[in-house]
């Protein structure tokens, strides 16, 4: 008779000591108490199962199981489904549409620009600029609610922290008016999630 197994499979990510966007999933992962293992890629030196795992051979990778998923959007909206506590993403569908409307607004605007290779400088500079403006607007909304959307955290705030992290290394700094999001700010680096998701390199940006 076969004995079931109880032996646990832990989730892997194959991360990368500054990748924002792997940072993404493991806020998120560590935001879900989840363990899991990492594969730390160094892209000098691929390993190589990667470009199984990922047509575009990049970080993050999420391995659960049969599941090898890739984007740090999908996974962690995988991650939200899969493990719902503590909920990420609100339930009704408008504001689950502006959740991902605002998480595909980072990256159009922000992300894919200062972190993804083919723009220029000038390019750069325009999207560090409307950074700036936009966090310093965004003050009056963080009077009001502790997070992006509401008083809960969501991806939309897992996702952005690794680049408000890297705003020092980017060059970018928020006049002293824009209080409330620096406050906001302080209040994501100071979860102990948040705190342990960062990887050494992370930890020398500040
Ligand atoms: N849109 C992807 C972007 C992932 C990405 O650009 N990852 C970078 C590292 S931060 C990468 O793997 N680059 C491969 C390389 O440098 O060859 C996501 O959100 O996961």
Redesign the pocket.
């Known amino acids: 008779m076969a004995t079931p197994s109880n032996k646990k499979t832990l989730m892997t990510l194959y991360s ?1 000591a500054d ?4 940072h993404r999933v493991r806020f998120v992962l560590e935001e879900k108490a989840m363990e899991y293992q990492t594969v730390n890629v160094d ?1 000098s030196n691929r390993p190589e199962d990667l470009a199984d795992l990922n047509p575009y ?4 990778v999420l391995v659960d199981r049969e599941l090898a998923l ?4 999908l996974i962690m909206e995988y991650l939200d489904e899969r493990f719902p506590h503590p909920p990420l993403i609100p339930v009704d569908p408008i504001s689950r549409a502006r959740v991902r409307l605002g998480l595909h607004r980072f ?1 159009r605007d922000w992300f894919d620009i200062l ?2 290779p083919g723009h220029g400088e000038t390019e750069k500079q325009r999207a560090r600029d409307e950074l700036r403006s936009t966090l310093s607007t965004l003050s009056s909304l963080f009077t009001r609610q502790r997070f992006l959307f509401g008083d809960e955290l969501s991806i939309a705030d897992c996702a952005l922290a690794p680049l408000l992290w890297r705003l020092p290394v980017l060059g970018v700094e928020l006049p002293k008016g824009a209080k409330a999001t620096l406050d906001y700010m302080d209040q994501i680096f100071g979860m102990e999630s948040f705190r342990r998701s960062l990887t050494p390199a992370e930890k020398a940006m500040r």
Request: charged residues 25%.
């Open positions: 990368a990748c924002v966007y792997a892209f051979s990049e970080v993050p890739h984007e740090s959007v990256d972190f993804r």
